[in-house]
DNA sequence: TATGAATGAGGCTTCATTCAT
DNA sequence: CATGAATGAAGCCTCATTCAT
């Protein structure tokens, strides 16, 4: 119909859309929920007819699905960034947090990708994604709590695995405020004030002040 | 089937029938996501025709009203008992925690009743009665910590509000463990010894170990 | 189960709480529509539960049935006693029209019983009991204008037929304004000088003032 | 199937639908009444799934208030032309009453829609708008009577509300019987008739013959 | 790439009706 | 005579998905 050939690109825009979709979608997730986005919504929202959103996802699961990938990605990217981001194992601890907080102040429906159920069995999958990187992350966070015990940054005394979760928590509770007030004001600043009260606790010198 | 004749019961099956749907709607509200249970679903476990639930709850919003009550009532009478449970704030803040570990290990669907979101502006008060509970949960502890660095169990320089917060967030960082993996052992064990392990880092004496 | 025979009367009770349904269902009809009755309506106003209601009444068309002839019965009525009301044919056709105003007036949903459509063909008989009773109020209509022109009264150059349904018109244009505004003050006085309006018309004299 | 290719329509299966629905209801509503309608009824008729009708309205209720838009709006310019239809007002105000059967015998549902019940409330506009031009219809007779009497085509002393009442009663005794009947055969003929009869008893001649 | 039309599955809710007590 | 429990049919509406254009 249009003998206009789009001239280099013409895998950009179908990639647009796709992004815009994916977007809008994650967008939706946080302020409905995962579950309860609906191909109506996202279509609604990009001023699309709804039938529209399957010229570009064969199913609304994968659009959950690549949101998830995209987000485990993420995850992934954040870890390996600062695994690389200091000398220390304290400052590198503290990037992968920090960093896992911002991740989260952007994307604040990465939390509840990880408690989505399995509606029909099949997107296993879809979860996992984010699950997977979700304890890539614990893992990378123990692994430098072990670094901290042997340098001596932290005590010796302390269980990593503990620790880990300890640390975790700090950011998960930053989370679930943030998802019952629908309010990210002050999530990065205060997560880098407690996570430092947070690790005061561990360190070897007793010195809590 | 049943050789234990019901005894003077007259009043048990009308009650027992609400408490049976409230019952099987918790439990599904676990398995499945508060949101995504289904008066079908409901009556499938009970092995009714679904609209029979409509006899004993005028809308499905009022069956998760008044579980979400329940449970309100259930977090608050929790908070009264350990408010008279010890006679200084460390045990009493101790007791508050775990019996609110025990509470979530009895109903693992609470957690999930804070983040739901309102379909319609309708049940504002659904998740209001959890989510109120839940705060008069936190000022009791922080009325604990207070407490506790007046008596200096608690270290002077402790701020009351992010020590609160670290101490929620262990059980939060528990109840998302066990949301992802769908699993409830050790939840109370690991609970008590990471709550140990957190509040040693409030303590005055500095002694870590 | 009770031993205490009631002593004479064991039918009245329940021809009472017949007649009450009935009532209230007539009230009803004339609120909500005929047709929009509900066995739960009926129950509530009467403070009885649901399946109550069949204690008394087979099924639910059944009660429309027994309103439908009984309404038919009081216009029977009232046709036979305006026949035999007075002398001249005028003064009959008069009391005719304005008892079946005052009856109207106290059985408002009256009206409505004539239209209603037989949902599954099975009450034919429904509407037919009021159809019939007014087909036969028609018939005394125009055998008193009959009689009216024969007496001089009307002018000879009236068509009976059709005197007949201007007449009756008038009834029907009060009742719209009823159903229409749910109000029926004025009902029977309107009606009144509306009539001698109408047959004023009628009369032989040319007199119209 | 069809080798009649549609020619050039793109619009039409759009707003054709829609107006199938709006037709087919209105007949239904004639038939079975108009709150009895039902979407399923609806879709049946039209050869379509019951859902497919929420394509085309955003509710049930939306396409009976379309239809009472409709209506009103038919009435509505009846009048308009009516007013305009004549050089004395008894000319004008046959014409009204006229026009106005003719559109009951295209539209026979209409009366019904002026004494719908509102069942939540909602639709108080859905009535409203046929009440509203039934109201500018009486309105308008009444302003042509009242030019009558003082053009003398009508005896002076008439009351105008009243001979406006009459005169409307002539187009509700047929339609009662219409509704009664289902029968529509010679409803325009009866009521020319009728309201010839009728406004005779209303000229200044006294010559009622 | 997008749309309009449509569908099947499924969810909530109402209602007449039945039955055991 | 009345109730509590339950059911099947039916109604409204939403949603993911398909298809022709």
Redesign the pocket.
């Given at each position: 119909m249009a003998h206009e050939a789009p001239p280099v690109s013409s895998q950009r825009?179908?990639e647009g859309?796709k992004a815009e979709i994916r977007q809008v979608a994650l967008d939706l997730a946080f302020k409905v929920g995962p579950t309860q986005?609906?191909?109506?919504?996202i279509?609604k929202q990009l001023?699309?007819?709804?039938?529209?959103?399957?010229?570009?996802f064969?199913?609304?699961?994968d659009i959950l699905a690549e949101i998830a990938c995209h987000l485990g990605e993420r995850i992934a990217h954040n870890i390996s960034q600062a695994k690389a981001s200091g000398a220390d194992p304290v400052t590198r601890v503290r990037n992968l947090f920090l960093r896992h907080l911002e991740l989260i102040n952007r994307y604040p429906a990465l939390p509840e990708f990880m408690i989505i159920r399995d509606p029909k069995g099949d997107h296993s999958a879809l979860q996992g994604a984010v699950q997977t990187a979700m304890m890539a992350y614990r893992a990378a966070i123990e692994a430098e709590v072990e670094a901290a015990i042997i340098t001596g940054q932290f005590r010796a005394t302390l269980t990593a695995t503990d620790a880990t979760t300890l640390i975790a928590s700090v950011g998960q509770s930053l989370v679930l405020r943030m998802l019952v007030s629908g309010n990210r004001d002050n999530f990065c600043a205060d997560g880098a004030r407690l996570f430092e009260m947070q690790i005061a606790g561990f360190s070897a010198t007793g010195d809590n002040g």
């Open positions: 825009p179908v859309r986005v609906t191909t109506g919504m279509a001023g699309l007819s709804q039938p529209a959103i399957y010229k570009h064969p199913s609304k699961s």
